[in-house]
């Protein structure tokens, strides 16, 4: 690839021009070249931390014949590396990937879940009853704790800690799901759970946490797309845009979702509670882990992180570099979510330092801290003898209006995988 610019771990920024040369699967070289007008950019191949491959983001299942729709999804947000969590055993998928061609990214699968004993799990379930469990060795080394309380019963800090404990003697890592429920995020922070998914609560306890290192994956997306239901107007606006930014959900899903209006029973807290947690804890925000949670509902391959990405760089962004919120029929609403924040992102020439600022905590995050987390081969970097996983744009994502999103091309391991050009796939360019 000649005269492009690619990302640059250790200075969170484009290169200067490069020719990149790659071979069997890696980068064979990299060295300086001439600049040229309009250069392609490269960025590490991407890597989300908690997806349901057997969900298919309507309710529903994934059927085998939607698998490979699945897999592209991934490759076309630039994905080259995705953690399953809950989902049956995919000891399996591997060996039918191969056998049926499939452009795939790179596959690991956490443990069984482990849910509070009195929640039944079922013959054959793909969780824990309780805090017992066989290790599989063809899984990785994390292993969820769904800590969400049932009837203000659950799993006791002692029995956390030991646990804890115990995974990490057997260099295994706990991983607590608190399901934005206050006592169980002060639960993990207490036992000290050094990885925490779900978006936390108002009013949470941090003082003990904010002279120690942890991870956060928010999850933001699961309940944003719940916000949306009670709006079904402004969901069917958000998934025209979607499309936009994820030309691949736009062909393959858009238009799949039922906006239907929720029960007037069902009681659930605003976004703007956790938006507004989010916002006010500004020391969290340098612990941050990507996961998109595709397979929930509204949710899916690609489009997940177009979602949730879009809701970090809204919350990153200081109010004083967002303009007044347009004057439409969502204002309202977006109003609710951020205050008096705009859901369009605004023209770079008016953001020149803050803009760029946040997206390359966004793709550091995306890049280097969740793919060393995931355990990626790359390690979320573009670097010389390591593997070719890179997606190419046009344009430069920190200052183009659409933001990270969309990508042109995806590589995996030297392979064309994913083109939004009608060109034929299986080699790079």
Not at 39 to 51: I, K, M, Q, R
Not at 181 to 203: C, N
Not at 379 to 398: C, M, V, W
Request: glycine share 10%; proline share 6%.
């Amino acid at each position: 690839m000649k005269s492009v610019r690619i990302w640059d771990s250790e200075k969170a920024n484009f290169s200067g021009f490069v020719d990149l040369e790659v071979g069997q699967g890696k980068i064979l070289s990299i060295k300086p070249a001439v600049p040229k007008p309009n250069p392609e950019f490269l960025l590490p191949g991407f890597c989300d931390a908690s997806v349901t491959l057997s969900a298919n983001g309507q309710g529903g299942k994934t059927n085998l014949s939607e698998l490979s729709k699945v897999f592209l999804g991934f490759l076309s947000a630039g994905f080259s590396h995705v953690e399953s969590v809950g989902d049956p055993n995919l000891n399996s998928l591997q060996p039918l990937v191969l056998k049926s061609k499939w452009n795939a990214p790179i596959l690991t699968q956490s443990q069984k879940p482990h849910l509070y004993s009195e929640l039944e799990v079922g013959e054959g379930s793909n969780y824990h009853s309780g805090l017992k469990g066989n290790f599989d060795p063809k899984r990785n080394s994390h292993t969820p704790i769904f800590l969400k309380e049932k009837e203000n019963r659950g799993f006791s800090q002692t029995e956390l800690f030991a646990k804890r404990k115990e995974l990490e003697s057997n260099r295994k890592l706990a991983i607590a799901y608190t399901f934005a429920d206050k006592t169980s995020w002060e639960d993990a922070l207490d036992t000290g759970f050094s990885v925490i998914f779900h978006p936390m609560p108002e009013g949470t306890n941090l003082y003990r946490t904010q002279k120690r290192d942890f991870l956060w994956a928010p999850l933001f997306g699961i309940l944003y797309l719940q916000e949306l239901k009670r709006n079904p107007t402004l969901g069917k606006e958000e998934e025209i845009l979607w499309g936009t930014l994820s030309p691949y959900f736009g062909k393959v899903w858009k238009g799949n979702l039922g906006w239907e209006e929720p029960s007037e029973n069902e009681s659930l807290t605003p976004f703007s509670v956790y938006a507004s947690a989010f916002r006010s804890e500004r020391e969290t925000h340098s612990n941050l882990l990507f996961a998109s949670g595709a397979g929930h509902w509204g949710l899916f391959p690609g489009q997940a992180a177009v979602v949730e990405v879009r809701l970090w760089e809204n919350l990153l962004q200081e109010s004083a570099n967002l303009g007044e919120s347009q004057e439409s029929e969502s204002k309202g609403f977006w109003d609710s979510l951020f205050g008096k924040r705009t859901d369009k992102i605004l023209p770079t020439h008016r953001d020149v330092d803050s803009l760029p600022a946040v997206r390359r905590r966004l793709i550091q995050t995306l890049t280097e801290k969740t793919c060393q987390y995931v355990g990626a081969d790359h390690g979320g970097r573009i670097k010389l003898g390591g593997p070719a996983h890179f997606s190419i744009l046009t344009e430069n994502p920190l200052k183009r209006p659409s933001g990270i999103f969309p990508i042109e091309s995806m590589v995996l391991g030297g392979k064309l995988v994913y083109t939004s050009k009608p060109t034929k796939e299986g080699t790079a360019k």
